[in-house]
């Protein structure tokens, strides 16, 4: 049945009580979507929004939830862990060095690292270290790439055709000279890349990117691109940073660098490495890591609440889990593979303007007339058409964001039988969008 939304008061009830106390109503941007307002619970592959209806979940927490909602393993080793060492503020912990040892023990990068809380706290440590290692001020980033809301890399993301490729902040408040310090590259054009190290010769401290940028749902790199990218920055001395905090132990434990054979400089993860507790890290070269040192580095590491115990405890089970199951690589592949191919089936019957894309478990539907291969081909996206598939998919039960480029993901919780549903509510919704055009 397609949901209308008056089905929902409940939700649209706090929704409301949210909007006189949070700005928006909301925490983070982009959690605001309407319908459906507001999550009581959540189980395996389904939330449950606060008025009972149960929603199949691709959206997973922007890629956070790996394994399934509330797996038992994880939550398992927080309840065994609550009453213990809570936060001491001082010294280390038996659990950050756990953590740290399994971190540098399978991402191939990893020769030393440090505990952050988010992402995008990660990101921000990586290039304050690439330009204190260097001495240069300059970084270079990829148009459609995300990397957290700090100022240096807070612009050209979703840029739309007048300001792609130019100076498009994601938000006012930062100081122009924070944002000119970052040039814009084409992903997948290697060519881009050399012009701006030439015309910057001996400027550019760093190379920051998504390996596959899945801010913008999944432009796959070649593998001439990724390998060009490394023998660039170790001819002209930039540090090389993948930001993994997406792709990192969701297509493989060692991340997508364990997939391509290339190694960068330095790591960044979080997201999916705790199963949706708060935690993320920055890990690389010993000599580059080593500014951190409280005993002699010259970079500030700071944090009450890095290498907090709890998100210790979630990330070890997580990693622990996906090395228990090495499976859950092949089945969420398999589940993608089968996403992709249906996706591509239904709109090939439907002539739909629209190309399945993705990687492993990560899958979308771009409408562009070509296969993206880079952001100058997302420029020709329908947004409205993006938008308007998830919003058909929420009404059939199944939890798309439904904002432009957005991914989705498959977890370690769902089924063949989900899959199946999945591919049925897409090909009603998508007869339903070709008959609308």
Request: contains cysteine; aromatic residues 6%.
């Amino acid at each position: 049945m397609i949901r209308q939304p008056s089905d929902v008061p409940r939700g649209r009830a706090l929704a409301e009580a949210a909007a006189r106390v949070i700005p928006g109503g909301v925490n983070s941007a982009t959690r605001y979507i309407g319908e459906p307002y507001a999550f009581a619970s959540a189980s395996g592959a389904y939330l449950t929004d606060l008025d009972g209806h149960d929603y199949l979940d691709y959206h997973a927490a922007f890629g956070a939830i790996l394994l399934g909602h509330n797996e038992e393993s994880v939550n398992r080793a927080i309840r065994d862990a609550v009453g213990g060492l809570d936060l001491s503020g001082l010294g280390v912990t038996e659990l950050e060095v756990a953590l740290a040892d399994r971190i540098c023990s399978i991402i191939p990068s990893a020769e030393s690292m440090i505990a952050t809380v988010s992402g995008s706290e990660a990101t921000a440590q990586s290039i304050r270290l690439a330009r204190a290692a260097t001495g240069r001020r300059k970084i270079i980033k990829f148009q459609g790439g995300f990397h957290g809301w700090h100022d240096p890399v807070a612009r050209n993301v979703i840029s739309t055709p007048d300001k792609a490729y130019g100076l498009d902040p994601l938000s006012a408040g930062i100081l122009p000279e924070a944002l000119e310090s970052t040039l814009i590259a084409e992903f997948n054009d290697l060519g881009s890349v050399k012009s701006l190290l030439g015309e910057h010769d001996g400027q550019v401290a760093g190379i920051i990117l998504e390996p596959i940028p899945h801010n913008v749902g999944a432009l796959v790199p070649t593998d001439e691109f990724v390998q060009g990218l490394r023998e660039l920055c170790t001819a002209t001395g930039t540090v090389l940073i993948f930001d993994e905090v997406i792709t990192g132990f969701r297509h493989a434990l060692g991340g997508y660098q364990q997939l391509c054979g290339v190694t960068p400089d330095l790591t960044t993860f979080g997201k999916g490495m705790a199963n949706g507790y708060p935690v993320g890290g920055l890990a690389g070269r010993r000599d580059l890591m080593e500014h951190f040192n409280g005993r002699g580095g010259d970079v500030l590491l700071a944090g009450t609440f890095n290498g907090n115990p709890l998100g210790c405890v979630a990330a070890l089970a997580t990693l622990d889990h996906l090395a228990d199951h090495p499976d859950f690589y092949t089945r969420t592949r398999d589940f993608g593979d089968q996403l992709r191919a249906g996706l591509t089936r239904i709109v090939d019957d439907l002539g739909l303007p629209a190309h399945a894309a993705g990687f492993g478990g990560v899958f979308n539907l771009y409408f562009t007339p070509e296969r993206p291969t880079g952001y100058r081909e997302l420029l020709d996206n329908d947004h409205q058409a993006y938008i308007d598939f998830h919003r058909a998919m929420i009404n059939r039960g199944v939890l798309m964001l439904p904002l432009s480029l957005k991914r989705n993901h498959v977890s370690g919780a769902h089924t063949q039988a989900d899959i199946d549903q999945t591919l049925e509510a897409a090909e009603s919704a998508l007869t339903e969008l070709a008959k609308s055009r």
